[in-house]
């Protein structure tokens, strides 16, 4: 147990969050008769609440904390670096800790990309990406080139390009009319495949890479500037890539001369067993974006990795690329970076995902005797776990019924239950697990028991 808060000091916070802190996709009315829940410490695997009860972190936060919480020694990394210097911008000028970064990042990176562009977040790579493509290929001229091809039910950030980029209708409608440009593709959902590919992963692969070279065809291909595509889907509930799937794309993307994107906010930094996920399923993407693990959390970073070739636009007479973030490669965030890179070597963090994965999906796939799990999928330490009505037909819940099963229940008795998770029902009802790269199994087996209990509650309640 985490000491707790006093009686008054709990009162205190709760009175000041509830009057003036606004929470991020979160429907505030929850909190009018209920207790706002506050995370006040965090030590390796686990975080505590106000109440001084301890929560296996799942999630890692939100994709975030590869490392675990508490290191001592990357927060130390971060005040010698505010010591010496806290702030400078990369607007024509550099400081030390960007230069070793993006030298550190070029050495990992695959293939050509060789340069790095810093931001704060994971949208703002995204949409860096994407003002990047349409300034290159102008720069060229092709300045026809706008759209921006990405999977259905993909989730690729809450600005407003990298919300055109995204394509989950129900997050899009309140901000619309958003940027021209975004066009959906099918999606690796295998589970869910269409009947015709729907007992053959390869031949399913084959088909929803095609269905990228149709789209482009269809839209013009001297419209299309990029594909964004994660290695494995995130929203919808953890989609890997089929057999061949990475390698025909990028074969498309060259036919057509489309930039082929790596969206790698949540799948870079070890969350599938290597630096990039890229690697991991063999295909050089032109830029990869990055956020999330690349500091564990420890202080906000994000950018994308570029391949030499677009640079080769802006590195010549008066050309310059026409964006820039004002705490993009925040000094000390990039010391934070370099510190928390050091714990993944010292630590063989890649070793030490690639060599449980397996375990952690065995344990995960212990649950597929609940009548309520339909699907479990993923790659490394980054999982879904698809829910049904009935395992046969593998028929989902309607709109009211997820709406009762995962608000009304399952995200409040996984949380009471010691788990932080992701019950999600942007596409159809998952959960989602994507625990710090330090889990072994005994966390495995802790998040199976209490997954196990709930969701044998939750098969009452259908």
């Not at 003036?20 to 008769?33: C, G, K, P, V």
């Not at 927060?75 to 670096?81: D, I, K, N, P």
């Not at 989609?239 to 790596?262: K, N, T």
């Not at 290597?274 to 690349?294: L, N, Q, S, V």
């Amino acid at each position: 147990m985490s000491t707790p808060y006093s009686k008054d000091e709990i009162a205190a916070l709760q009175e000041k969050a509830k009057r003036h802190l606004w929470l991020h996709f979160t429907r505030m009315s929850s909190y009018d008769n209920a207790e706002m829940q506050v995370i006040v410490r965090g030590e390796g695997q686990y975080v505590y609440d106000q109440h001084g009860k301890r929560y296996l972190d799942g999630l890692a936060g939100l994709f975030v904390s590869q490392i675990g919480h508490g290191r001592t020694e990357v927060a130390e990394a971060g005040a010698r670096q505010a010591a010496e210097l806290a702030y400078f911008p990369l607007w024509s000028y550099a400081h030390p800790q960007a230069i070793e970064l993006a030298d550190r990042l070029a050495a990992m990176a695959p293939g050509d990309l060789n340069r790095v562009f810093f931001t704060s977040s994971g949208s703002e790579a995204v949409e860096s990406a994407w003002k990047l493509a349409k300034q290159y290929f102008k720069s060229i001229g092709q300045p026809g080139r706008y759209k921006v091809l990405s999977r259905s039910i993909a989730y690729h950030g809450t600005s407003l390009g990298a919300l055109a980029i995204t394509g989950l209708p129900g997050i899009k409608e309140p901000f619309e009319p958003l940027p021209p440009g975004g066009v959906r593709v099918p999606n690796t959902n295998f589970y869910r495949a269409p009947a015709f590919v729907a007992d053959d992963e390869t031949a399913f692969g084959v088909w929803a890479a095609d269905e990228i070279e149709r789209v482009i065809q269809h839209e013009g291909p001297d419209s299309v500037a990029a594909v964004y595509l994660e290695p494995v889907q995130n929203s919808g509930g953890c989609f890997p890539p089929p057999p061949g799937y990475f390698q025909r794309v990028r074969e498309i993307c060259d036919r057509y001369g489309v930039l082929l994107v790596s969206d790698e906010v949540i799948c870079a930094f070890g969350r599938l067993g290597y630096y990039f996920g890229c690697d991991r399923y063999g295909y050089e993407p032109d830029i990869i974006t990055f956020a999330k693990g690349i500091t564990s959390g420890y202080a906000p970073l994000g950018g994308m990795l570029v391949a030499d070739k677009l640079m080769e636009p802006f590195s010549e007479g008066h050309a310059s690329f026409l964006h820039g973030v004002t705490f993009a490669g925040h000094p000390v965030s990039c010391a934070v970076a370099m510190a928390n890179l050091d714990v993944f070597e010292k630590e063989d963090l890649l070793g030490n995902v690639r060599a449980n994965e397996d375990a952690f999906r065995t344990t995960l796939e212990k649950l597929g005797d609940l009548p309520i799990v339909g699907d479990v999928r993923g790659a490394g330490y980054f999982y879904g776990i698809e829910l049904v009505k009935d395992k046969a037909t593998k028929e989902s819940f309607d709109d009211d019924e997820s709406e009762r099963l995962l608000r009304g229940f399952l995200s409040h008795a996984l949380f009471d239950a010691g788990l932080i998770c992701r019950a999600d029902d942007r596409g159809d009802p998952v959960i989602q697990l994507s625990p710090p790269l330090t889990c072994t199994q005994e966390h495995f087996d802790e998040m199976e028991q209490i997954l196990r209990g709930v969701l044998t509650e939750a098969s009452t309640k259908i």
